[in-house]
Nanobody
Framework: QVQLVESGGGLVQAGGSLRLSCAVS????????MGWFRQAPGKEREFVAA????????NYADAAKGRFTISRDNAKNTVHLQMNSLKPEDTAVYYC????????????????WGQGTQVTVSS
């Protein structure tokens, strides 16, 4: 089994910054990509950012480009999402996910998911 635990969520004012973290543990074999998704109240879960295993290849949703940065530390089995210039529309529950292989997919095809961490941006 693979477990993912997100942390770092909270309440911030518009224009502020927040850094999310995700710790991965369990039976991990070979390389795997990691991604961040979010789900706002009354809306479907959407892709935010993803990163590959070795080369650090990344993909970002249009809404995240220029504001969010995803990074990972394979030795510690962690992934981070640095969020700057936050907007009220960024308010959502953010989920960390794992996908086998090195491709940082932008689709909802990840295998393991965390419980989510709440991010609230006030205006």
């Amino acid at each position: 089994q693979v477990q993912l635990v997100e942390s770092g969520g909270g309440l911030v004012q518009a224009g502020g910054s927040l850094r999310l973290s995700c710790a991965v543990s369990g039976r991990l074999f070979g390389g795997y990509a990691m991604g961040w998704f979010r789900q706002a109240p009354g809306k479907e879960r959407e892709f935010v950012a993803a990163i590959g295993w070795i080369g650090g290849r990344t993909n970002y949703a249009d809404a995240a480009k220029g504001r969010f940065t995803i990074s990972r530390d394979n030795a510690k089995n962690t992934v981070h999402l640095q969020m700057n210039s936050l907007k009220p529309e960024d308010t959502a529950v953010y989920y960390c996910a794992v996908r086998w292989g090195d491709y940082p997919s932008t689709s909802n095809d990840y295998v393991y998911w965390g419980q989510g961490t709440q991010v609230t941006v006030s205006s």
